[in-house]
């Protein structure tokens, strides 16, 4: 029983101290790590369907998840819809006024200088009224009272006048425009609507087609962040992958130790594992500065030591061993 306790108070430390040395200075223990992936959402709303499971292997490009899109269809319709208008805007404006518009503003032109006519001959009246009643009031023959009324008859005629003139002078003007067709200007601007709204409805598509979740690598799905029902916002993580195909140990070696550990070197590892007893592994990174022993494996003999990171790629028994299992990593024989 007291053997059983002290092996796993062993197994215990080597878990914390994960680049402990033993007796020889050449072992060395760490866990196996491996690329993670995090899938990201890239439309926001209500995930509708799951399609996988925690543990379950995928391939890149298999669907995780769909995303309820009804709100932004809703809204593609509506901008479709916008989007015809603007484009029967732009054929008008190019093709200009039809006919009946042209003798519709011919029309109004005629009868707003038949208005000017009349107003010119009224006005004309009472100047012609008030000349006489000017004259008269100079020879004592009419009141003072006559003369202001011929006045302000006059004035009332004369700014009646100069509003139907004004009024003329709109209308000719608009006759002009339909006579000559739409500006250069006119047709940017109908253009330019257009487009923007042929934009808005390609970006809302493409917002739509977004609406399922893929796989972005090969992998087991380690964790799943969102379940059914839940609103998952724009850009947000909703999965995380292992890509167990590229696996790595990764150690701290003491610098007094570095001449161990070359770039390319073959060392040997053990997992424990029943299948084989050793691992073969490639160092593929050393650090090229050092730093003190990380906090999860400092020890009080080692906390103030200079330490390098070593990477060490698992090259066989690629099934068999596991992210978070602990390898030990003999540096003895490395070649």
Same mark, same amino acid.
């Given at each position: 029983?007291?053997?059983?306790?002290?092996?796993?108070?062993?197994?215990?430390?080597?878990?914390?101290?994960?680049?402990?040395?033993?007796?020889?200075?050449?072992?060395?223990?760490?866990?196996?790590?491996?690329?993670?992936?995090?899938?990201?959402?890239?439309?926001?709303?209500?995930?509708?369907?799951?399609?996988?499971?925690?543990?379950?292997?995928?391939?890149?490009?298999?669907?995780?998840?769909?995303?309820?899109?009804?709100?932004?269809?809703?809204?593609?319709?509506?901008?479709?819809?916008?989007?015809?208008?603007?484009?029967?805007?732009?054929?008008?404006?190019?093709?200009?006024?039809?006919?009946?518009?042209?003798?519709?503003?011919?029309?109004?032109?005629?009868?707003?200088?038949?208005?000017?006519?009349?107003?010119?001959?009224?006005?004309?009246?009472?100047?012609?009224?008030?000349?006489?009643?000017?004259?008269?009031?100079?020879?004592?023959?009419?009141?003072?009272?006559?003369?202001?009324?011929?006045?302000?008859?006059?004035?009332?005629?004369?700014?009646?006048?100069?509003?139907?003139?004004?009024?003329?002078?709109?209308?000719?003007?608009?006759?002009?425009?339909?006579?000559?067709?739409?500006?250069?200007?006119?047709?940017? #601007?109908?253009?330019?609507?257009?487009?923007? =709204?042929?934009?808005? $409805? &390609?970006?809302?598509?493409?917002? +739509? *087609?977004? !609406?399922?979740?893929?796989?972005?690598?090969?992998?087991?799905?380690?964790?799943?962040?969102?379940?059914?029902?839940?609103?998952?916002?724009?850009?947000?993580?909703?999965?995380?992958?292992?890509?167990?195909?590229?696996?790595?140990?990764?150690?701290?070696?003491?610098?007094?130790?570095?001449?161990?550990?070359?770039?390319?070197?073959? #060392?040997?590892?053990?997992?424990?594992?029943? =299948?084989?007893?050793? $691992? &073969?592994?490639?160092?593929?990174? +050393? *650090?090229? !500065?050092?730093?003190?022993?990380?906090?999860?494996?400092?020890?009080?003999?080692?906390?103030?030591?200079?330490?390098?990171?070593?990477?060490?790629?698992?090259?066989?028994?690629?099934?068999?061993?596991?992210?978070?299992?602990?390898?030990?990593?003999?540096?003895?024989?490395?070649?």
């Amino acid at each position: 029983m007291k053997k059983s306790l002290v092996s796993l108070c062993i197994a215990s430390v080597l878990f914390i101290f994960s680049a402990c040395q033993s007796s020889d200075l050449d072992y060395y223990t760490g866990s196996v790590e491996s690329d993670s992936y995090s899938v990201s959402t890239e439309v926001g709303g209500i995930v509708e369907e799951i399609f996988v499971r925690e543990g379950d292997t995928v391939k890149k490009g298999d669907k995780l998840a769909r995303i309820n899109v009804d709100s932004l269809k809703f809204e593609l319709g509506r901008l479709k819809a916008q989007s015809g208008a603007s484009k029967a805007a732009l054929e008008k404006t190019v093709k200009g006024s039809r006919s009946e518009e042209l003798d519709k503003a011919r029309i109004q032109v005629s009868q707003q200088e038949a208005v000017v006519s009349g107003n010119q001959q009224d006005y004309s009246y009472r100047l012609e009224s008030y000349n006489t009643i000017a004259q008269l009031y100079d020879s004592d023959a009419t009141s003072e009272q006559s003369l202001k009324d011929a006045k302000a008859a006059l004035d009332a005629s004369a700014a009646k006048l100069e509003s139907s003139r004004q009024q003329l002078s709109y209308l000719q003007e608009q006759l002009r425009l339909v006579q000559n067709g739409s500006t250069k200007e006119d047709i940017d #601007v109908s253009r330019s609507n257009l487009d923007a =709204s042929q934009w808005s $409805i &390609k970006s809302l598509e493409d917002s +739509i *087609a977004k !609406e399922f979740v893929y796989a972005n690598s090969d992998g087991v799905i380690e964790s799943l962040n969102y379940l059914s029902g839940e609103y998952a916002p724009l850009f947000t993580r909703i999965a995380d992958i292992n890509n167990l195909s590229n696996l790595w140990v990764k150690i701290y070696v003491e610098e007094k130790n570095l001449s161990l550990v070359k770039l390319g070197n073959i #060392v040997t590892m053990d997992a424990g594992l029943e =299948s084989a007893d050793t $691992i &073969k592994g490639k160092v593929v990174y +050393i *650090a090229s !500065e050092g730093e003190f022993t990380p906090k999860n494996i400092e020890s009080k003999e080692n906390k103030q030591e200079i330490v390098y990171e070593v990477k060490i790629k698992v090259l066989d028994h690629i099934d068999a061993v596991k992210p978070g299992v602990l390898v030990d990593v003999y540096l003895g024989d490395s070649k």
